[in-house]
């Protein structure tokens, strides 16, 4: 209920920490990626650069703070993790509370222990034949078919390679299976603008994998269009590349394309269907995975966005961060075309890179910006308590026809 004009008390969204490593930020690093754990009490973010350079040689940091421990230091990591090349994208096991596996620069994956603060580093590619030759821009933790509580971790790089990594004995992360997505393989459901000459590979961006189906994932692209694919998938890629273990070409459906680079795509928790996609075009398209035409699209910035993500709980939820400094809460019950919270996350407007909700303490979302600095926000009830009829509008949403 709203009185005399005030806006409602439950909408506010609060700054619960502001986190930061000194000597990265005096450095000039950017918060890339952060990541809860699977208890949701520690958060861990990787310190790269994400503006145009060379940073394979760049001293980088891993960092995580407990916010649950007593006498909690922002500017006092629990775990800090030196590493040779900028860090580019981070994520935690989902059952090891303390494994947390991280691309780099280099195009190397590796896995850290951060309980081991003298000797944190489990697993690394190396430098062979099979390490990515671009930067690594995604890490996701994936359950082997066979046996759900063993895990491996897929990456994702501009040179067109999507790997699967398995960590073995004396430290080693060794290549079981391998993708990758060549132009001339592209489904040629939808036009796209001709690459440049000589381009063969597709340049991956962004990952994000089904909550429903566990072979089907979409990926974002350098080309602005999202690729639905499978893990399945059995045909061989037209490919040079080296690489140990058999390519495959992985793409089903090309969906129609952003007006540039997609950096972030996220599949809905709640309809098997829904996919969102944001990049330097500054819009959200919310697609659908049967038809290549977005069923919607949002111009929310004009500059970059860099990250958009569901909400683990409110099926109508999601938050994206943008080049602006904002990080912006949709609450599509509420309107489909406007944020319904704005959060200036850095004073100066420079960009925020990162975002992810904690699946545990579902009211903290976390933000990383340009600043070396990461935020952790409590949400209202509002947008952590689902609505009478929000699985059904997310249906009938699903249901609509790209117009």
């Keep these: 209920m709203q009185m005399g004009g005030y806006p409602e008390p439950d909408c506010q969204v609060t700054c619960l920490h502001t986190l930061g490593y000194p000597p990265a930020q005096g450095q000039g690093l950017h918060v890339t990626s952060v990541s809860w754990n699977t208890t949701g009490s520690v958060v861990a973010c990787a310190y790269g650069r994400l503006d ?53 620069y280099s195009g190397e994956v590796l ?52 790997l699967l990594w398995q960590g073995v004995g004396a430290g080693q992360l060794q290549l079981t299976e391998g993708f990758a997505l060549v132009v001339q393989q592209l489904p040629r459901n939808t036009k796209l603008k001709k690459p440049p000459r000589g381009e063969t590979e597709v340049g991956t961006t962004a990952v994000a994998f089904s909550s429903f189906d566990p072979s089907l994932f979409v990926l974002g692209t350098e080309g602005g269009f999202p690729l639905k694919c499978s893990l399945a998938a059995e045909e061989a ?38 996919f969102l996609s944001a990049g330097t075009d500054g819009h959200v398209h919310l697609y659908s995975m049967l038809q290549a035409q977005p ?5 929310l910035s004009p500059k970059y966005l860099f990250a958009v993500r569901w909400s683990p709980v409110r099926p109508l939820v999601f938050a994206a961060a943008s080049g602006e400094g904002d990080v912006q809460l949709f609450d599509l019950q509420k309107s489909s075309q406007k944020p319904t919270v704005s959060i200036k ?23 990383g910006d340009a600043q070396g600095t990461v935020k952790v926000w ?10 009478p009829r929000e699985t059904e509008d997310l249906e009938q949403l699903a249901e609509e026809v790209a117009t």
């Design 52 to 104: 145009d350079g060379d940073w394979s040689t760049l001293k980088s940091f891993v960092c995580a703070w407990n916010l649950d421990r007593r006498g909690l230091s922002p500017r006092q990591p629990s775990a800090v993790v030196e590493v040779p090349s900028a860090v580019m994208c981070l994520a935690f096991h989902p059952t090891q509370p303390s494994h947390v596996a991280g691309g780099l």
């Design 345 to 367: 996350q850095t004073q100066d407007g420079s960009p925020v890179y990162c975002l992810e909700f904690n699946r545990q303490q579902t009211q903290l979302l976390a933000a």
């Design 111 to 162: 896995v850290w222990d951060l309980s081991r603060p003298e000797d944190p580093l489990l697993w690394c590619t190396g430098l062979t034949d099979d390490t990515h030759t671009d930067p690594v821009y995604q890490v996701v933790w994936l359950p082997e078919p066979r046996h759900s509580h063993h895990f491996r971790v897929l990456s994702v790089a501009t040179d067109g390679k999507v």
């Design 295 to 299: 069923l919607t699209s949002l111009r």
């Design 237 to 274: 890629a037209l490919t040079r590349m080296p690489s140990s273990v058999p390519l495959r070409a992985p793409a089903q459906f090309t969906f129609s394309p952003h007006g540039g680079p997609v950096y972030s795509v996220s599949c809905s928790p709640f309809h098997r269907n829904l």
């Design 378 to 387: 409590q949400l209202s009830s509002e947008f952590t308590e689902q609505g």
